[in-house]
């Protein structure tokens, strides 16, 4: 079964920037076709879809976030990554990674990061 489990700091100061990692198990990210995304959650809040990654490599991101997000992936060590620059108190969320790969869907646990001084 494939499974998908975050990993970051849960706590990043305002202005710097946050780091996550999406690690796949259970089956191969390279096969077929695969978009690799990552969502949010603020508190009281929908879900906000931030950006993808497809299997041909090109990254496509919310038109709010894209000036300060970057998607990148290493298909090698099943990995997928999430960069968000000069962070502020509104980017506390859950964060989420999600993986669709030949014609299914899967989601990660989440993780919580607060941004806070």
């Known amino acids: 079964q494939v499974q998908l489990q975050e990993s970051g700091p849960g706590l990043v100061k305002p202005s710097q920037t946050l780091s996550l990692t999406c690690s796949v198990s259970?089956?191969?990210?390279?096969?077929?076709?695969?978009?690799w995304s990552w969502i949010r959650q603020p508190p009281g809040k929908g879900l906000e879809w931030m950006g993808v990654i497809v299997s041909y490599g090109s990254t496509y991101y919310n038109p709010s976030l894209k000036s300060r997000a970057s998607i990148s992936r290493d298909t090698s060590k099943n990995q997928f990554s999430l960069q968000l620059s000069s962070v502020t108190p509104e980017d506390t969320a859950v964060y989420y990674c999600k993986l669709v790969l030949r014609g299914r869907e899967y989601w990660g646990q989440g993780t919580q990061v607060t941004v806070s001084s």
């Open positions: 259970g089956g191969s990210i390279t096969t077929g076709y695969s978009a």
